[in-house]
């Protein structure tokens, strides 16, 4: 969902930017965080979190509004489904009883988190998908498409919403480690084929397909949405064990942010300096780089409980 929420913000910046003079779009952007801020207010906190503070009650509401169980009828299902989860927060309070250390960020199981985190966001950032979101007019116009700049963004946005929605009906069907492969695998060979595109454009009149470009960005940021976009904050946080996930996330999401920074800054000169063929050929070397890490070391979460190792 967090990553459905993000799609639709980018459309309605891709919208709104091709209606709306520059200086309008912040103000009526800033409308939905204030908007989120007030309606999170008023949402309970976890039945998990709610557990580790011993508020029983307010757990088992909290636990009974979020899974939608507040009819008597549902009553004997959710007292069972919440005495699970009751049982299961217990168990782990109990084995991470010890205060987090050093150590606890150093085991055999923590360093392999970090080390997928790693790879995951290095993915992420240096196969270009998120880089293409913020420079989509410019590759448009580097790639000689013929198709309205404007139009072909805010296409690109339904797409990127349509898979996003797509990994969350599929995500606990086909698996994390699935959807993540199929992205990979996805992203590079669009990549690949979009760059070869692009260079043999120069060298021969492909102006009957210059509708290419448009179709292949809309492969490329499907497929990267139905994994390495769409579900790559799930499988961040569920490479790390429970006592470490808060901390070992956080580090994550910092490196992640770094990264972004960087990359944001060097697509572009890549662009200027390299060109649109050579930029995406970099994209979908980091990509298939990415998918041959998953293939052999990502581990499957599917059907894990978020307080379990």
């Known amino acids: 969902m967090v990553m459905l929420s993000v799609d639709l913000g980018i459309l309605a910046g891709y919208i709104l930017s091709t209606y709306l003079a520059y200086h309008v779009v912040p103000f009526l952007a800033i409308i939905l965080p204030v908007a989120y801020f007030i309606a999170n207010i008023m949402l309970p906190e976890t039945a998990p979190y709610l557990l580790k503070k011993s508020q029983l009650a307010a757990a088992e509401n909290s636990f009974r509004y979020y899974r939608n169980q507040r009819s008597a009828i549902c009553e004997q299902t959710s007292k069972v489904n919440f005495e699970e989860l009751r049982t299961a927060v217990l168990s782990q309070q109990t084995r991470n009883a010890t205060p987090l250390s050093y150590k606890d960020l150093t085991t055999k199981p923590a360093l392999k988190g970090f080390a997928a985190s790693i790879v995951l966001s290095l993915g992420y950032q240096f196969s270009g998908v998120f880089s293409f979101i913020n420079y ?34 599929l995500v606990d069907i086909v698996g994390r480690r699935v959807l993540m492969l199929i992205s990979t695998m996805g992203v590079g060979i669009g990549c690949i ?7 043999l454009a120069k060298i021969y009149d492909l102006s009957d397909f210059n509708w290419l470009p448009l179709v292949l960005m809309i492969i490329i940021c499907y497929v990267a949405n139905i994994g390495l976009i769409g579900i790559f904050f799930l499988v961040l946080v569920e490479l790390f064990p429970v006592k470490i996930r808060s901390l070992a996330t956080s580090l994550s999401v910092i490196f992640l942010s770094l990264l972004v920074f960087g990359t944001l800054k060097l697509f572009p000169l890549m662009l200027h300096y390299w060109g649109i063929s050579f930029t995406m050929w970099f994209s979908a070397a980091s990509a298939l780089l990415t998918f041959f890490y998953f293939w052999l070391f990502l581990q499957e979460t599917k059907g894990k409980s978020m307080i379990e190792d």
Do not use: E, H, P
Request: charged residues 5%; contains cysteine; negative net charge.
């Open 136 to 169: 989509m007019s410019d590759i448009f116009k580097a790639s000689g498409s013929v198709v309205d700049v404007n139009t072909a963004t805010i296409i690109i946005g339904l797409v990127q919403i349509v898979g996003v929605y797509t990994s969350t009906i």
């Open 193 to 199: 084929a979009f760059g070869c595109f692009t260079y």
